[in-house]
């Protein structure tokens, strides 16, 4: 079937927007009210090229041009994904933001702090008759401190170079202390390691899994605890084996040796890292979200908080081209190359406040992005985490097809469990986002798990349920709940948490009665049976 777009002056659309890109232009067109002074124009002047542009474009008939080129449409996209995702620019010029306890709360996508409610997540009771047998857990590292990307190595160089032509404002002044108060607990802590608070949320999640199955993990059952090897991995397990025994230290603890292939694939497949560093359509799309008039906007919001603006325009028109000086992973290695780059450092280095235990921390990045800020850079982090971990681009499984050995291997430990080969009641795994996301999206869940989209179209909030707030959190876990009938053993139940709330396994899998939580584990499998793999041998 051929692919029809309405043209309006480089904005790839959907035909049902036309009636609001119309009302739009007509509007700007017909309004000659001069714009206030100071007031932000970019919406005045984006009406005034709509209505332009529609009456040459859309005809009386709406007829609709075939646009054969996926290069000329992915172009034309990027204003209709800034008109898509926000209409609104807001112009924020004060020097500072005012931040207390209550007004600190920002966007931190992946970075997120794990949440807890025990008023939220109330779970239903098992069927009648249904007793626990198993457990199967997948959880992400607890809060940490920044990771080995120098981002704040590459935020000082820009500030230093400021620095040198006199170009801070007061704000700006501060930044270098907050740089070196953010290096020094990474010194401290370890780069990439667990804060108090990462421990506590692992120590939690075992407390409540402990007091939820308090007569399955008693002393004469074993629970295997497997991890990726990395030290953030490692501790977390630990954390979460300390809150599950807190009351019952004599559970048997069977430490199982650290497994990259099931919990550290994605360094170690070869197609899927040559994807991640050279896939064009990915950069593409990535590189249109960086270069929306909003990205841009928003940047230099930021920015005029921190530099002047004779600065700022140096670093819109690249003559800083600024390369982290330390050696670091070639596949982490980051070059500013604009005002959003230089932003999207600053994001991504105090996007980990949050996790921090020292309060001045915790609030650092609302000390200098505001909400709709934060807002718009965790979905830009969100955009690159859904297109190069999560469901991508329609075609494209290369970010997931890795995650099935793991996948697979949450089957084979219920039947084994079933089966009663060993006396192993729960198996804990400690891994990373970069896994935890990949097995969300093989997992479907409805309204959750997000959809691959369309080769022309782009990630939005608007047209896709996929956050990284809530898919990949610090600590997310994925829990599945076995339940084996009483009198009849052949009757295995399944229910599956995500993040301790309880959710839908994919559409197509029925569960035991309208509205349940809990699926027979034979309609699991039917469900999932082209993702389980078949044999040891291409497990591995």
């Known amino acids: 079937m051929s692919t029809y777009l309405l043209r309006t002056r480089g904005i790839l659309t959907n035909p049902r927007y036309v009636p609001t890109l119309i009302s739009r232009a007509q509007a700007s067109q017909n309004s000659q009210v001069p714009p206030t002074p100071g007031q932000d124009n970019n919406n005045v002047k984006l009406n005034i090229l709509l209505s332009n542009t529609v009456t040459t474009y859309i005809q009386p008939n709406n007829l609709f041009i075939p646009q054969p080129d996926i290069n000329v449409q992915l172009e034309q996209s990027k204003k209709a994904i800034q008109n898509d995702i926000c209409s609104r620019v807001v112009n924020h010029k004060s020097d500072s933001i005012s931040v207390n306890n209550e007004n600190h709360e920002r966007h931190y996508s992946t970075k997120t702090p794990y949440k807890y409610s025990s008023e939220k997540y109330i779970l239903s009771s098992p069927p009648t008759g249904y007793k626990p047998i198993c457990i199967q857990l997948l959880a992400r590292h607890g809060s ?14 820009v500030w230093q170079l400021a620095k040198q032509k006199n170009m801070l404002t007061p704000l700006g002044e501060q930044l270098k202390r907050d740089i070196e108060l953010f290096m020094h607990e990474n010194n401290r802590v370890g780069r990439g390691e667990l804060t108090q608070i990462g421990k506590e949320e692992h120590f939690g999640i075992g407390t409540r899994l402990f007091n939820r199955f308090k007569s399955l993990l008693i002393s004469s059952n074993t629970i295997s605890v497997m991890t990726s090897g990395k030290k953030r991995a490692v501790d977390s397990a630990q954390e979460f084996i300390n809150g599950l025994t807190k009351s019952e230290c004599n559970i048997q603890i069977s430490h199982e040796k650290p497994n990259k292939k099931l919990l550290y694939f994605h360094k170690s497949c070869t197609n899927y890292m040559t994807f991640k560093e050279s896939d064009p359509h990915i950069q593409t799309k990535l590189n249109i979200i960086k270069n929306l008039e ?247």
């Open 144 to 157: 940490r401190t920044l990771s080995s990307r120098d981002y704040d190595l590459e935020t000082l160089t």
């Open 294 to 540: 909003l990205s841009k906007t928003h940047a230099r919001q930021v920015l005029q908080r921190i530099y002047k603006n004779e600065f700022i325009d140096l670093l819109i028109d690249g003559n800083y081209d600024i390369d982290s000086k330390e050696n670091i992973d070639s596949s982490e290695k980051k070059i500013i190359k604009n005002e959003v780059d230089v932003v999207l450092c600053l994001y991504n280095m105090f996007s980990v406040a949050p996790g921090q235990s020292q309060s001045d921390l915790a609030k650092m990045l609302a000390k200098y992005f505001n909400q709709e800020e934060s807002k718009w850079f965790a979905y830009i982090n969100d955009a690159q985490e859904f297109y190069e971990k999560g469901p991508s681009i329609e075609g494209t499984t290369v970010t997931y097809d890795m995650a099935k050995p793991l996948f697979t291997d949450f089957f084979s430990s219920i039947d084994a469990c079933i089966e009663k080969n060993k006396n192993i009641v729960a198996h804990l795994r400690f891994a990373h986002a970069e896994i935890i996301i990949p097995i969300a999206t093989l997992l479907q869940i409805p309204d959750f798990s997000g959809n691959a989209v369309h080769p022309l179209d782009i990630y939005t909030y608007e047209n896709n349920h996929w956050r990284g707030d809530t898919t990949a959190p610090m600590a997310a876990n994925i829990q599945w709940e076995i339940y084996q009938h009483e009198t009849n053993p052949n009757q295995i139940l399944v229910r599956m948490l995500y993040n301790e709330m309880e959710v839908r396994f994919k559409q197509d899998c029925k569960p035991l009665t309208p509205g349940s939580f809990f699926y027979d584990f034979n309609e699991l499998k039917r469900s999932y049976a082209d993702l389980i793999l078949p044999s040891v041998s291409d497990m591995n």
